[in-house]
């Protein structure tokens, strides 16, 4: 039930997305600020996620450090859509070995936190000069 609940949260992201780059657009795009929780969303994206690893055969693992605080306020949805497209191409692009999402606690100042959130996998890579390419609307590397 759950990944069900799951994958029609996805869905309707998927729908979000098509109208967020028409906000983007238009600048009239608007970032939440409630309660998260990062472990949760991580967990359920390699969850979601996990049944295609399951048929390529390769591996999908979900790591948050024990120092990434537990009460953050974000934009559960963005957060969300951003880690299932990076790991969701992660998986698309690995023929053998396995996706491994990590998220790290960086620094915490003046009220805010900072993450880092890392995509690990064993696929073919990006090139280094492609890095930054992976941001760009509309854009493959």
């Known amino acids: 039930v759950d990944a069900i609940h799951e994958s029609g949260s996805t869905l309707l992201s998927l729908i979000n997305d098509i109208l967020d780059y028409s906000k983007i657009a238009a600048e009239k795009l608007d ?17 979601l996620l996990s049944p295609r ?4 055969n390769i591996e999908i693992a979900a790591f948050v450090a024990p120092t990434v605080p537990a009460g953050l306020l974000g934009d559960e949805m963005r957060l969300r859509q951003i880690l299932l497209n990076l790991a969701g191409n992660a998986v698309k692009f690995t ?4 996706v491994c999402l990590e998220v790290h606690h960086v620094s915490s100042r003046d009220g805010l936190c900072r993450l880092r959130v890392d ?4 696929g073919v890579g990006i ?15």
């Open 53 to 56: 690893a399951a048929q390529k």
């Open 119 to 122: 995509v690990r996998d064993t």
């Open 127 to 141: 090139a280094e000069e492609d890095l930054a390419l992976i941001f760009d609307e509309f854009s493959q590397a």
């Open 31 to 47: 970032i939440d600020a409630a309660p998260v929780s990062i472990r949760t969303i991580v967990q359920g994206v390699a969850e």
């Open 95 to 98: 023929e053998r070995g396995g």
